[in-house]
């Protein structure tokens, strides 16, 4: 806080300690209205604080020095009161200078609900975690070992922007084992996670307008990336009963000449819908008659699949260079941590990644692509026991989630969580709360039955919530008998 140019009217006296005290409050409560009420005050320098007897006023100072209209959101302030100043403390406080940018957009609710949590884990209460969106279980043990390697063979410095050679290469190897598609090291770009991936590519096409074709329910970050590009984000709503999956008609209904990508998960966080080729073939047709349209593909869930094999977009050779893919380690080898995730493009669109990569992080750890190596190339059976034990909990936790009075839950094809709509219980009430919608029943399954789970406003279905099965069965049986519990006393 700096005195201001007013400091000579300031008169110390015993109070001083104390309104310095209250200040630091006021100072917080200004920042908060600094983002609920006027956006633009980010833009603003200062505020000229005054204290006068019991009463507080406030007015603001532009960078330019100009005075601008009192800040009206506290009720407490008026003009600065005129004449005589004696008796009156002055302060100019710098206000924190923070990017309009930071207005367009929400942090992950999904983060946001594992915090919760774990804050409640640290009263000592036992919250089971089913908010989680990363597999419960431990790395494999030769992709350890590789990390181990890489650091002995002192693989310590900075790696090229799009990674390692060998990694690029591996994960055209992989591309061909699995998918059966051809890609060469300059159409891959490696990254801090597939999350990276995503804003690498969504930033290297989306200018301001731009709309972006987003089938509902979709992960929390697709929107948010948009809006950070200034994009439009289009949703295209899908249901339980569809499957949580779009028809060609809705997708062509949802092409405006402004539409310049569409996104979309297969397997898919979070209904776990999975598209099967005839159903990426009916989009094919559409996209055929719209050459502008890229696609992002993310198939980060590709290995827990319930249902048969993956399929994806880009096995339509016509349209192989319009696709994106997006993929990475995280889920399919439970490596969350290590921070692996790779695009698969056309050469143009990895060059437009890795210069914009090349300014934010550079290439990821080098150890981690080292590892990711022994991944890719490696012995996939460590995974598909994954995907087995996944298939196990998927059975019981649908069991148990459609026992459920009121839940409409669909079963899901890949991933590992439950999307069941529970709209039926809203309007429902339990003592002093009502249940309004998503969020109000996720706060109150945390609280009554400690269990965390994600509202679906999130993923842009808000008549859903997100159960994640990546927890032990034990933990899911307990889990869903303490929200089966809960649930009943709402009335
Ligand atoms: C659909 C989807 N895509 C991408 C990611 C990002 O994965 P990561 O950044 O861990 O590689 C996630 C993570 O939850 C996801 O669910």
């Not at 009192?70 to 003009?79: A, G, P, R």
């Not at 026992?403 to 709509?421: R, W």
């Not at 994600?454 to 869903?480: L, T, Y």
Request: net charge neutral.
């Amino acid at each position: 806080m700096q005195e201001s140019r007013f400091s000579a009217n300031i008169k110390t006296d015993s109070k001083t300690a104390a309104w310095c005290k209250r200040l630091h409050w006021i100072y917080l409560l200004l920042l908060a209205g600094n983002n609920n009420c006027q956006p633009q005050m980010h833009r603003l320098h200062f505020y000229n604080l005054c204290i006068c007897g019991n009463k507080i006023f406030s007015e603001k100072q532009a960078a330019n020095n100009q005075k601008i209209k009192t800040y009206s959101c506290l009720d407490s302030f008026t003009e600065l009161p005129p004449g005589n100043k004696t008796n009156c403390f002055l302060f100019n406080i710098p206000i924190m200078q923070l990017s309009s940018l930071l207005n367009r957009f929400n942090e992950p609710e999904t983060l946001k609900m594992a915090k919760l949590g774990r804050e409640l884990r640290a009263q000592g209460i036992d919250v089971i975690d089913l908010s989680l969106g990363e597999p419960d279980f431990d790395t494999p043990q030769h992709i350890k070992d590789a990390a181990i390697q890489a650091i002995n063979d002192n693989w310590s410095h900075y790696t090229p922007v799009p990674g390692f050679l060998d990694l690029r290469e591996a994960v055209c190897f992989k591309l061909k084992r699995d998918n059966n598609l051809d890609y060469q090291p300059e159409n891959i770009v490696t990254s801090t996670g597939a999350k990276q991936s995503l804003a690498n590519a969504i930033l290297a096409l989306v200018d301001e307008g731009d709309e972006v074709i987003i089938p509902t329910p979709y992960w929390v970050t697709y929107s948010e990336l948009v809006k950070i590009a200034r994009g439009k984000v289009v949703e295209v709503r899908s249901s339980v009963e569809s499957g949580f999956k779009i028809t060609a008609a809705q997708l062509e209904a949802a092409i405006t000449p402004q539409t310049k990508v569409f996104l979309f998960s297969s397997p898919c966080n979070p209904s776990g819908a999975v598209y099967s080729q005839s159903e990426l073939a009916a989009l094919a047709d559409v996209f055929r008659k719209y050459p502008n349209i890229t696609i992002l593909s993310d198939e980060i869930y590709e290995y827990i699949n319930f249902v048969g094999k993956h399929e994806s977009l880009a096995s339509f050779a016509d349209l192989k260079d319009r696709v994106v893919i997006i993929n990475g380690l995280s889920k399919g080898f439970a490596m969350t941590g290590w921070r692996l995730g790779y695009i698969a493009a056309s050469a143009p669109i990895a060059k437009a990644c890795e210069k914009l990569q090349g300014q934010f992080t550079s290439g990821t750890c080098s150890i981690t692509q080292k590892a990711a190596v022994a991944a890719l190339k490696g012995d996939l059976r460590p995974s598909q026991a994954m995907t087995e034990e996944f298939a196990r909990r998927r059975e019981k936790t649908l069991a148990l989630a459609r026992a459920i009075p009121g839940f409409t839950c669909n079963a899901p094809e890949g991933a590992f969580y439950v999307f069941p709509d529970v709209s039926s219980y809203y309007g429902k009430k339990y003592g002093d709360t009502t249940i309004q919608n998503a969020a109000d029943l996720s706060m109150f399954l945390l609280n009554e039955a400690h269990v965390s789970s994600v509202m679906g406003d999130a993923f842009g279905e808000p008549q859903c919530i997100r159960f994640s099965f990546a927890n032990s069965m034990g933990n899911i049986e307990k889990a869903w008998a303490r929200i089966g519990a809960a649930l009943a006393k709402l009335k």
